[in-house]
């Protein structure tokens, strides 16, 4: 059957093994630790803390699985989008959730006491801990991230190499939680600047905020490179989603930060209630012995299921890293032809191909390609032809398949597309050096 484009979009998930593994184990150790905790302290552990944190890692899953990260390459807008889920929701959700302590205690027992424990007590540790957690540092340390990789040399590597993408993303998350620390004071934190500070902490971030939003909205120009190779895959121009890509930033980065801190300044102005809600504790309930297994077992097989299911199924071809080789009107068709960057390495090559209408623009899905890869050097030699299809491609809007250079030198890429009536065929040239 024949997706829609925006079927094929919205078909456009992917599971990276160890992202979703490492998320599948938090929520589980998560969840053991916050039953356990309950039962003794309820009053410190209630369920919206729990949802808090759940609600956190499946953003976290939204942000780097969906297909908000599958477009991020075609458009600025998306990949802002991807930024400020990274940055404005999964830290805050997360930290709510109160996680040191229900991880702590979802750990079997023995592993936290005798391994984890000696280690988060040892004075180095605990130092550097003091000192990555204070208000200033965790300050300089967003507005550092979103000061430097939102300058078009580092943003353009981002784009352009899948490290330095994952690095981008790592940065922002670690530099997010960082810098919510101090706001959202989780255990074990403590109070190092007065609680005062916080409104001003957090509308000077919404200043930086603004400051690169308003770099975006009002440049005059397209201030990354790539936007500029890749198709447009709506009537939206490259100008025009830029600046919605700042008007994203500024609301959501505006929202996340003002908020906050207009309820922490009444939270600070109203009058001080003297009455104190002791806290219920209940009689601590031994764990039972079938839960204690059952947990133990999900903690151990699901996480490793997810990762021999990662390693063992078919990984779709992403085009995050990839650059454009050919972009050319051919029949009825707007071909644009994606492979790996320069310099490619004699053997497997993965090569991506996006179908527009050559009037409207608008992307067809599902028209029969086939990838033909030649060697110049020997003329009438029939080529070997293959296949690309939706269904080995990350984002479903793209037919993508895997040629093969066999040797070092130039090759003659061909793509034809048939449809019907409409066919058309366009030629890329590729130069393979020795595999290294």
Same mark, same amino acid.
């Given at each position: 059957?024949?997706?829609?484009?925006?079927?094929?979009?919205?078909?456009?998930?992917?599971?990276?093994?160890?992202?979703?593994?490492?998320?599948?184990?938090?929520?589980?150790?998560?969840?053991?630790?916050?039953?356990?905790?309950?039962?003794?302290?309820?009053?410190?552990?209630?369920?919206?803390?729990?949802?808090?944190?759940?609600?956190?890692?499946?953003?976290?899953?939204?942000?780097?699985?969906?297909?908000?990260?599958?477009?991020?390459?075609?458009?600025?807008?998306?990949?802002?989008?991807?930024?400020?889920?990274?940055?404005?929701?999964?830290?805050?959700?997360?930290?709510?959730?109160?996680?040191?302590?229900?991880?702590?205690?979802?750990?079997?027992?023995?592993? !936290?006491?005798?391994?984890?424990?000696?280690?988060?007590? %040892?004075?180095?540790?605990?130092?550097?801990?003091?000192? #990555?957690?204070?208000?200033?540092?965790?300050?300089?340390?967003?507005?550092?991230?979103?000061?430097?990789?939102?300058?078009?040399?580092?943003?353009?590597?981002?784009?352009?190499?899948?490290?330095?993408?994952?690095?981008?993303?790592?940065?922002?998350?670690?530099? /997010?939680?960082?810098? %919510? %620390?101090?706001?959202?004071?989780?255990?074990?934190?403590?109070?190092?600047?007065?609680?005062?500070?916080?409104?001003?902490?957090?509308?000077?971030?919404?200043?930086?905020?603004?400051?690169?939003?308003?770099?975006?909205?009002?440049?005059?120009?397209?201030?990354? !490179?790539?936007?500029?190779?890749?198709?447009?895959?709506?009537?939206?121009?490259? #100008?025009?989603?830029?600046?919605?890509?700042?008007?994203?930033?500024?609301?959501?980065?505006?929202?996340?930060?003002?908020?906050?801190?207009?309820?922490?300044?009444?939270?600070?102005?109203?009058?001080?209630?003297?009455?104190?809600?002791?806290?219920?504790? $209940?009689?601590?309930?031994?764990?039972?012995?079938?839960?204690?297994?059952?947990?133990?077992?999900?903690?151990?097989?699901?996480?490793?299921?997810?990762? !021999?299911?990662?390693?063992?199924?078919?990984?779709?071809?992403?085009?995050? $890293?990839?650059?454009?080789?050919?972009?050319?009107? /051919?029949?009825?068709?707007?071909?644009?032809?994606?492979?790996?960057?320069?310099?490619?390495?004699? $053997?497997?090559?993965?090569? /991506?191909?996006?179908?527009?209408?050559?009037?409207?623009?608008?992307?067809?899905? $599902?028209?029969?390609?086939?990838?033909?890869?030649?060697?110049?050097?020997?003329?009438?030699?029939?080529?070997?032809?293959?296949?690309?299809?939706?269904?080995?491609?990350?984002?479903?809007?793209?037919?993508?398949?895997?040629?093969?250079?066999?040797?070092?030198?130039?090759?003659?890429?061909?793509?034809?597309?048939?449809?019907?009536?409409?066919?058309?065929?366009?030629?890329?040239?590729?130069?393979?050096? !020795?595999?290294?």
């Amino acid at each position: 059957m024949t997706l829609s484009p925006q079927q094929a979009i919205l078909a456009s998930w992917s599971f990276p093994p160890w992202v979703t593994a490492l998320d599948l184990l938090a929520v589980l150790l998560y969840v053991r630790g916050w039953l356990v905790l309950r039962r003794v302290v309820p009053s410190r552990f209630p369920a919206w803390r729990m949802l808090s944190f759940t609600g956190g890692i499946a953003a976290l899953q939204i942000a780097l699985c969906s297909p908000i990260d599958a477009l991020d390459s075609f458009s600025l807008t998306d990949h802002m989008s991807q930024h400020m889920i990274l940055m404005m929701v999964v830290p805050p959700l997360v930290l709510l959730g109160n996680p040191m302590l229900p991880l702590f205690r979802g750990l079997p027992r023995p592993f !936290a006491r005798r391994v984890l424990a000696p280690v988060l007590r %040892w004075p180095p540790v605990l130092r550097f801990f003091r000192r #990555i957690t204070h208000p200033a540092f965790c300050w300089l340390a967003l507005s550092t991230a979103m000061l430097g990789w939102h300058l078009p040399g580092p943003y353009d590597l981002a784009l352009r190499s899948d490290g330095w993408h994952e690095l981008e993303h790592a940065t922002f998350l670690i530099a /997010s939680i960082l810098f %919510w %620390w101090p706001v959202v004071q989780p255990w074990p934190s403590r109070v190092r600047w007065p609680r005062w500070t916080v409104p001003v902490y957090l509308i000077l971030a919404d200043f930086v905020n603004t400051i690169v939003s308003a770099f975006l909205v009002f440049s005059g120009r397209i201030l990354y !490179a790539p936007y500029l190779t890749f198709p447009r895959l709506g009537t939206l121009s490259a #100008i025009s989603d830029q600046v919605l890509a700042g008007v994203v930033m500024w609301f959501v980065g505006g929202f996340a930060f003002v908020l906050p801190a207009i309820f922490m300044l009444a939270k600070l102005l109203a009058p001080q209630r003297g009455t104190h809600v002791p806290a219920r504790h $209940g009689p601590r309930m031994p764990e039972s012995r079938f839960r204690r297994l059952a947990f133990s077992a999900l903690i151990l097989i699901l996480p490793l299921g997810v990762l !021999a299911y990662g390693y063992l199924a078919p990984s779709g071809i992403d085009t995050d $890293g990839n650059v454009v080789r050919i972009q050319q009107i /051919s029949g009825p068709f707007r071909i644009t032809v994606l492979t790996e960057p320069d310099p490619l390495s004699a $053997g497997p090559c993965d090569v /991506s191909v996006l179908v527009q209408d050559r009037d409207t623009g608008e992307p067809i899905v $599902g028209a029969p390609i086939r990838l033909a890869i030649e060697d110049p050097s020997v003329p009438n030699h029939p080529p070997t032809a293959m296949p690309a299809t939706s269904q080995t491609s990350s984002l479903k809007l793209l037919e993508s398949g895997r040629i093969n250079l066999p040797h070092r030198g130039d090759w003659s890429l061909r793509v034809f597309v048939g449809r019907g009536a409409g066919s058309a065929e366009v030629h890329a040239n590729l130069n393979a050096t !020795a595999r290294d």
